[in-house]
C-alpha cells in the first residue's frame, strides 16, 4: 500500500519567542515492512541550525535551533510510504517461557529485545498493572493470546475521551480513569505488559485517514496514533513483534505507518523543545494520511 501523510504542527506564541531549540521525530521509520520513497520537512520559519542523526531504536531525529525572534511556528512533514503486512506470528510460545528467556542468566545469549521490559519514564512498574494484565495472562497460556486478550480489556474497559487526559498523565492515573486517548492505552498496556516481566515497545505513526468502503471510521485517524509492539521470542532463532492497537482493538496492518519506537511517549514526541520568551502559546496539529495510487 502506498500511504501519503502530511503532519502540520503550529505554534502561535504570546509574547514572542526569542530563541528555540526543537527535537523532531516525524520522519516515517524504513523497516522490513515499510519503506520511505519520499520525505520532507518544511520549517517556518527557517532554523538558524538543522541536522539529522539516528537515535538508540533507529529511528530518524531532527534537531534543530531558531536564533530569530519569532510569534508563530510552522512544521510540515511531508511523507511517502509504501506498506506491507507483517507476517503472522507462528510457534508462540507460553508468556513464562517468554518472561524466562528474557530474564539474565550467566553465560547466555543477550536478546537486545529484553532492554524493552524495564520500566521508563511514563510506564513504570505498580501491583495494580500486575493485578490488572494477571487476568489476561493465565498460567500456561500462550504470550500471542495473552497479549491480544488484554489488548481487547482494555479496549473495553476503557472510554476513548480526549478531555480526560493530555500528555503528561501518568499511565497509573489513566487506569484507574478508565478513559483516555490513543497514547494513554499504550501505556497501560506496556505496563501491563512489562510488570510481568515481558518486553514490549511504544510505537508512534498514523492510521490511514479514509477506511476501506463498508468498514468503520478507526478512532486515531486525522491525527498521531500510538500502539503497542509486543516481543515474541522464537522457540528457535530469531524472535518477532507483534503490533497491537488497544485503541481499536486490532493488530496494526498495512494500514498503519510506524514513525517511531521507543520505551514510551517521552522517547518519540514528535516535536518537542526548549524556547526562550513565549510565555503562553497556542497549539494546532493537523495529519491527513491518504492512499496514494500507483501510476
Not at 25 to 32: G, S
Not at 67 to 95: C, G, M
Not at 200 to 221: C, H, I, K
Amino acid at each position: 500500500m502506498l500511504l501519503r501523510i502530511e503532519h502540520e504542527t503550529c505554534y502561535h506564541y504570546a509574547p514572542s519567542v526569542k530563541t528555540a531549540q526543537h527535537m523532531a521525530h516525524l520522519r516515517p521509520l524504513d523497516n522490513a515492512y515499510q519503506e520511505v520513497l519520499s520525505h520532507e520537512l518544511a520549517i517556518t520559519p527557517a532554523p538558524t541550525q538543522q541536522s539529522q542523526a539516528r537515535d538508540a531504536c533507529g529511528n530518524t531525529r531532527t534537531f534543530f535551533s531558531l536564533a530569530t525572534r519569532h510569534e508563530r511556528l510552522q512544521v510540515v512533514a511531508r511523507s511517502l510510504v509504501r506498506t506491507s503486512r507483517a507476517p503472522a506470528v507462528k510457534n508462540a510460545i507460553s508468556w513464562e517461557d517468554a518472561r524466562e528467556r528474557l530474564r539474565y542468566h550467566r553465560e547466555a545469549a543477550y536478546d537486545p529485545a529484553a532492554e524493552f521490559a524495564f520500566a521508563s519514564s511514563y510506564v513504570p512498574r505498580h501491583p495494580e498493572f500486575h493485578a490488572y494484565a494477571l487476568r489476561s495472562f493465565t498460567p500456561g497460556r500462550s504470550l500471542t493470546e495473552a497479549a491480544r486478550d488484554l489488548m481487547a480489556r482494555i479496549h473495553q474497559d476503557f472510554d476513548y475521551d480526549t478531555e480526560a487526559t493530555d500528555a503528561a498523565t501518568p499511565a497509573l492515573d489513566a487506569l484507574r480513569l478508565r478513559q483516555g486517548v490513543c497514547q494513554d492505552f499504550a501505556h497501560v498496556m506496556l505496563a501491563s505488559l512489562r510488570s510481568l516481566g515481558l518486553a514490549a515497545r511504544y510505537v508512534s505513526g498514523y492510521l490511514l485517514t479514509e477506511p476501506p468502503p463498508g468498514q468503520p471510521r478507526l478512532l486515531g485517524s486525522d491525527a498521531s496514533h500510538a500502539w503497542v509492539s509486543v516481543y515474541v521470542p522464537a522457540r528457535e532463532g530469531a524472535g518477532q513483534w507483534l503490533d497491537l492497537d488497544p485503541t481499536n482493538c486490532r493488530e496494526a496492518g498495512e494500514d498503519y505507518v510506524v514513525l517511531a519506537i521507543g520505551r514510551d511517549y517521552a522517547d518519540v514526541s514528535p516535536l518537542r523543545g526548549v524556547i526562550h520568551g513565549g510565555a503562553h502559546h497556542r497549539l494546532h496539529v493537523a495529519v491527513t494520511v491518504t492512499p496514494k495510487i500507483a501510476a
